[in-house]
T-cell receptor
Framework: GENVEQHPSTLSVQEGDSAVIKCTYS??????FPWYKQELGKRPQLIID?????GEKKDQRIAVTLNKTAKHFSLHITETQPEDSAVYFC??????????FGDGTTLTVKP | NAGVTQTPKFQVLKTGQSMTLQCAQD?????MSWYRQDPGMGLRLIHY???????DQGEVPNGYNVSRSTTEDFPLRLLSAAPSQTSVYFC???????????????FGSGTRLTVV
């Protein structure tokens, strides 16, 4: 099965700085890589995703990059704001809807 | 459009009791799954289903049963509750081909379970 490693487990940045979270996956057949944001006490919600035939995708202040050869993908948040503080999960999807999640990164943005 | 509805939101059980966590979705999603989330442990897959009548085990299935008699419903049963099952439980659903539909998982609001 698929295995996903996520780093770092915690990340603290100053407001306005950039934040980068990295994930690696094990199975080269994985073809869909979503990122979820979970605010304290709430459910995870999809914020951005990328398919295996795309190298980079951007949506306003967030972007995701994928390196299929190295089997890693990253989430980039620019101009961070206090409301970006949350737990972020990466995931890799191998087949039939089943996504494997990383262990999460707790991002704290200090005002 | 309610999305994914989970009940109850909170539950306290005594060791050895059984209960069922309910999950229903109205988006005609083929895929449904249950996760538990412990502090610092991320989301661990308990059981999942790719359609009515089809279920399979995830990473941590022991002590839990599921069934999928309809597309909409995917209940999780705790057979004999143990303190180690104290956790937050999330139900999630999606279409099967995530790379095509690009909608990811829709999660329920979660059930906070405490076993004493």
């Amino acid at each position: 099965g698929e295995n996903v490693e996520q780093h770092p487990s915690t990340l603290s940045v100053q407001e306005g700085d950039s934040a980068v979270i990295k994930c690696t996956y094990s199975d080269s057949a994985s073809n869909y890589f979503p990122w979820y944001k979970q605010e304290l006490g709430k459910r995870p919600q999809l914020i951005i995703d990328i398919r295996s035939n795309v190298g980079e995708k951007k949506d306003q202040r967030i972007a995701v990059t994928l390196n299929k050869t190295a089997k890693h993908f990253s989430l980039h948040i620019t101009e961070t704001q206090p409301e970006d503080s949350a737990v972020y999960f990466c995931a890799a999807t191998l087949y039939a809807g089943k996504s494997t999640f990383g262990d999460g990164t707790t991002l704290t943005v200090k005002p | 459009n309610a999305g994914v509805t989970q009940t109850p939101k909170f539950q306290v059980l005594k060791t050895g009791q059984s209960m069922t966590l309910q999950c229903a979705q109205d988006m005609n999603h083929e895929y449904m799954s249950w996760y538990r989330q412990d502090p610092g442990m991320g989301l661990r897959l308990i059981h999942y289903s790719v359609g009515a009548g089809i279920t399979d085990q995830g990473e941590v299935p022991n002590g839990y049963n599921v069934s999928r008699s309809t597309t909409e419903d995917f209940p999780l049963r705790l057979l004999s509750a143990a303190p180690s099952q104290t956790s937050v439980y999330f139900c999630a659903s999606s279409y099967l081909d995530l790379a095509v539909t690009r909608e990811g998982y829709t999660f329920g609001s979660g059930t906070r379970l405490t076993v004493v």
